[in-house]
């Protein structure tokens, strides 16, 4: 019986260290400790103590899914000036799913921190998508009711956003759409698109595009279609008219 106590003595005080390293390591110390804690503990773990008054993330996720919901489209509105509701619809839908909030997750080392029960342990919860995901947005939903909104954005500014930035959910955008939006709204003229380049085998070809507006280069893109590098290039594009208004 000892022997099991002092197990348990070790784990928590191991499980109390990961929980300080993660404040550390994203800058945000919680007033609440137990909100943090919460968005960490499955419903498997509960189950398993329940002579011990905890709460599972189950709540925490609900709420941190409309937070992850509000904040990424204020960010996508204000990012992204031509693009359509429908377009904009697909994009956050493209961050906000399973696979990409378990690659989050996973960024961060949440795995190691949930506490789960034995049951759900022996069968791999702590590397299931679906869980991973769960914890996600409790963490964000625990963040946003210890520290509010701003930090909320603050976090995503480290993990999501540059991400976005980086064209990592490009697959489901059409930039070729919001620039042809763009250049008509304001008139400028007219953009075309040429292949300037083919390379590599039949197989495994890499094609290099440009486009330009009345005869001028507005950006150079590469892709394994030529689609997708007209893609590329528009979103160079984009880039370019978009930091040459933040001049102006």
């Known amino acids: 019986m000892r022997k099991n106590w002092k197990e348990k003595e070790i784990n928590n005080r191991a499980n109390e260290k990961q929980f300080k390293e993660l404040q550390n390591s994203i800058g945000v110390i919680f007033e609440n400790e137990k909100l943090l804690k919460q968005a960490f503990t499955h419903s498997s773990y509960v189950n398993e103590h329940r002579r011990k008054p905890f709460e599972d993330n189950e709540r925490l996720e609900f709420l ?10 204020q960010f996508l509105f204000k990012k992204y000036p031509t693009m359509t509701e429908g377009e904009l619809t ?12 378990v690659a989050f997750a996973n960024e961060l080392h949440f795995g190691k921190l949930i506490l789960l029960g034995k049951g759900e342990e022996m069968t791999g919860g702590r590397e299931r998508p679906a869980l991973l995901a769960d914890v996600f ?15 909320v954005i603050q976090f995503l500014e480290k993990v999501v956003f540059p991400k976005i930035d980086a064209g990592a959910f490009s697959h489901v955008m059409d930039f070729k759409s919001q620039l042809q939006e763009l250049i008509q709204r304001d008139g400028s ?37 030529k689609k997708e590098a007209e ?5 160079m594009a984009l880039q370019m008219l978009k930091n040459e208004s933040a001049q102006n």
Request: charged share 25%; net charge negative.
């Open 64 to 73: 941190g899914d409309a937070v992850l919901e509000l904040t990424i489209s």
């Open 90 to 101: 697909k994009l956050r839908a493209a961050i906000v799913c399973e696979p990409s909030l």
């Open 137 to 151: 947005e409790a963490f964000i939903g625990a963040l946003y009711l210890d520290k509010g909104i701003e930090v």
């Open 189 to 225: 003229g007219m953009i075309e698109y040429c292949v300037l380049q083919e390379k590599g085998p039949a197989h495994n070809k890499e094609f290099v595009s440009k486009v330009t507006l009345n005869g001028d280069e507005l950006g150079v893109g590469t892709g394994r279609s």
């Open 231 to 235: 893609q590329h290039a528009a979103q």
